[in-house]
């Protein structure tokens, strides 16, 4: 369908069930273009890419102060030369030597996961898996308490569904769950910075000198972890198992064969992205690719058309392992790369390996349609039922 430019409304994209035909239509209005509400859209990879290659010009600070957050949105919601102190001393704490240390952890915690639901003969993966193993691995991550897991899901699921970027003043729901969270977090704060421990959370307290961040600085990255950490891998673990249960040919290979399942992964979510467009706000006039886009303008870059560019891929809107090589663009580019980008793959990695370890088997409950909510500000299903035939299971971690 070609859409007129200037009529466009993102909420009419055929998006439910169906992403390829959602895409389709938001590439379809051209590779620059304004909607209906004045909002900018980014389609094609060489717009996108230059948004990510000119942050002096498309700022992520000025869209993300349009949330109303009480507390700086540590790193996304700053520019340089500020994000620069900032990733400086965070790529280092996420780095891939700090996820492997996690990694046994990590992975009895979703092997338990999985061993409370196999004997059952179904679950549903967004209330067994994806609601609770992010949570689990934040609070790990943080040196923050198992045990607090559901009253913190309770309230990062608040927050998020009642708020959304450009929207204004956050809903009171919102308000009021975010203050929880604070009171919640700046306590531990206060206990960490008299007992450090060998933690994420307990480092960043530990900075000293020029380096070192303020309270405030500490609630913004842990409610940024909050806002754009949880949820996007809940989201993306439920397209991955959505994507297996659909295609039985190609979880047949992933589960043979151990070195097919991050190229299954990373295709996945080249074409099933939980944040699939990232707003920027222009600080001055500026032409992309011809177009004329005025100061002071919101913009959204549209990171899922440009990672089904056509002609870029052999097969842009399906999965082939063949192509999983390629760059794409679902953790963002340019400065604000995904902060959690190699934690985020292997929270994928370990949920695809244990959960096959015991139940390599499984198809969508019969009858059930999936569908992801439809305008939101993350991309997720609404639920996943799978059956499988009853297993025993591993036996439940110590760990």
Excluded at 129 to 152: E, K, M, N
Excluded at 170 to 193: S, T
Aim: aromatic letters at 8%; charged letters at 25%.
């Amino acid at each position: 369908m070609t859409v007129t430019k200037g009529s466009f409304r993102f909420s009419e994209a055929p998006m439910q069930r169906d992403r390829t035909a959602g895409w389709r239509f938001v590439r379809d209005a051209g590779d620059v273009f304004q909607d209906a509400e004045g909002t900018w859209y980014l389609t094609s990879l060489d717009a996108v890419q230059f948004a990510h290659r000119n942050p002096d010009i498309f700022s992520s600070a000025r869209a993300f102060d349009q949330l109303g957050s009480p507390v700086p949105l540590i790193p996304i919601a700053t520019d340089p030369p500020d994000h620069v102190r900032y990733r400086r001393v965070l790529d280092q704490m996420l780095a891939p030597r700090v996820v492997n240390a996690l990694e046994g952890n990590l992975r009895a915690q979703i092997r338990d996961l999985v061993a409370a639901f196999s004997a059952r003969g179904t679950c549903d993966v967004m209330d067994d898996i994806a609601r609770l193993y992010p949570t689990q691995v934040f609070l790990t991550l943080f040196g923050l308490p198992l045990s607090d897991r559901d009253r913190f899901i309770q309230w990062s699921e608040t927050i998020i569904e009642n708020t959304t970027v450009g929207t204004g003043e956050p809903a009171p729901e919102a308000i009021e769950n975010a203050m929880a969270l604070f009171v919640y977090l700046q306590g531990h704060i206060e206990q960490k910075r008299a007992h450090p421990g060998d933690d994420m959370l307990s480092r960043v307290l530990a900075l000293s000198g020029d380096e070192a961040w303020s309270d405030e600085e500490v609630l913004g990255l842990c409610f940024l972890f909050t806002l754009a950490g949880l949820d996007t891998v809940a989201a993306e673990i439920g397209f991955v198992m959505l994507h297996l249960a659909r295609h039985p040919e190609l979880r047949t290979r992933v589960v043979a064969d151990p070195d097919a399942v991050m190229p299954a992964i990373e295709e996945i979510l080249r074409l099933e992205l939980p944040a699939p467009t990232t707003p920027r706000v222009t600080l001055r006039d500026v032409e992309v690719c011809g177009v004329a886009i005025p100061a002071g303008s919101t913009v959204m870059l549209c990171l899922a058309t440009a990672n089904r560019e056509p002609g870029r891929f052999a097969h842009p809107d399906e999965v082939d392992l063949e192509q999983s090589d390629r760059y794409h663009l679902s953790f963002g580019g340019g400065i604000h790369r995904c902060l959690g980008a190699h934690l985020a793959r292997r929270e994928l990695r370990l949920v695809v390996e244990e959960f096959h370890k015991v139940i390599p088997d499984y198809e969508v409950a019969p009858a059930f349609e999936p569908e992801i909510v439809f305008p939101s500000g993350t991309f997720h299903l609404r639920s996943l039922p799978l059956v499988f035939p009853p297993t025993t299971g591993a036996p439940l971690s110590t760990s």
